[in-house]
């Protein structure tokens, strides 16, 4: 099974990992994996006073950051999963490298709030879920 994991460096993204690590089914070095971490986009006019090139090395060290500890834990559980980030709405960009990298499954973990607070705030995992034509697992 291809299966992608969607991480922010969160809470819930430490509950999604424990989730998995407890469920051998998904959980297995038969198992393809692909950890991917969204950058937000920076508004065109920051972008244009610190420069292009102070910008990207900016958003791959915050990548970085959300990436090495998810690397070490699937490391040390035996799996070598692939790595990857993109800058843009977490949502939107989520559903579409899911739906374009033709994944079996796409894993991650939610805030759980309530549809009310959804529909104020907006959410990453119902803008996937939404989006995406990739079954999605989402993790509490």
Do not use: C
């Not at 977490?90 to 959804?118: E, P, Q, Y």
């Amino acid at each position: 099974m291809n299966i992608l994991l969607a991480v922010d460096g969160s809470t819930y993204t430490k509950r999604m990992l424990a989730y998995l690590a407890t469920h051998s089914e998904l959980f297995a070095s038969s198992n393809s994996y692909t950890v991917l971490t969204v950058q937000p986009q920076l508004p065109p006019r920051a972008r244009a006073a610190v420069g292009k090139t102070v910008v990207d090395q900016y958003q791959l060290e915050e990548a970085e950051k959300v990436l090495a500890p998810v690397t070490k834990f699937l490391l040390r559980h035996g799996i070598d999963a692939k790595t990857s980030w993109k800058v843009g709405h977490a949502g939107a960009t989520i559903a579409s490298f899911a739906d374009n990298g033709k994944f079996d499954l796409l894993v991650m973990g939610s805030h759980g709030n309530s549809t009310l607070a959804n529909l104020v705030m907006g959410s990453v995992a119902t803008a996937v879920v939404a989006n995406s034509k990739v079954p999605v697992l989402l993790v509490r």
